[in-house]
């Protein structure tokens, strides 16, 4: 492999050959295996995929909900929960607004209810469920490095592989969308 291959590319490449000598021009640079994908440089490739989904979703939830509507989607659970965030940060004058206390999965959900965002996101034969099933688990293993990475290995490489896809094409999605007034999209009256 080539010492500039993209850290996307890796997981896929891995997941049939657990040992990968880089190349710059002629030159041997060195080795990569699947235990480096768990390591800082890939974690924070990961955690930057997972930051920029959250930024973008949150923009759009903001971009088409009403808040109090946005959380009467939520379980009731998370609705208390997110209620409760709010008027903690309220009290220290930190509270932005009420999608700032939503974690990924209730964002997930939310636009999730968005037939416009679904039907981009799902486009290339991808179902919703598939792209958007583990993500809150996936978020909480490249968020605290403690716990280490079932992904590491030879055989979590294809899953890794992935998950870079969906984050991607759920980006993708709203990203796009973000550019479309609500007004152009094929919902009407949300």
Request: aromatic fraction near 8%.
């Amino acid at each position: 492999m080539s010492a500039d291959t993209s850290l996307s590319q890796l997981p896929s490449v891995l997941a049939v050959e657990p040992f990968l000598f880089m190349l710059q021009g002629n030159q041997l640079t060195g080795f990569i295996t699947p235990a480096d994908m768990g390591t800082v440089p890939a974690r924070t490739h990961y955690y930057l995929l997972l930051s920029e989904l959250e930024l973008l979703l949150a923009r759009f939830v903001r971009s088409r909900f009403d808040q109090t509507d946005a959380l009467s989607v939520l379980s009731d659970p998370r609705r208390v929960a997110c209620e409760q965030l709010f008027r903690d940060l309220g009290a220290h004058d930190a509270a932005l607004d009420r999608v700032a206390t939503m974690n990924l999965v209730d964002l997930v959900k939310l636009v999730g209810t968005k037939p416009d965002f679904v039907a981009f996101a799902i486009q290339g034969g991808r179902s919703w469920r598939w792209l958007t099933g583990g993500l809150g688990d996936f978020r909480n293993e490249v968020m605290h490095p403690v716990r280490g990475s079932a992904h590491a290995t030879q055989s979590g490489m294809r899953g890794l592989a992935k998950f870079d896809e969906r984050l991607r094409a759920l980006s993708g999605a709203a990203r796009e969308l973000l550019e479309t007034p609500a007004d152009e999209t094929s919902e009407e009256g949300t």
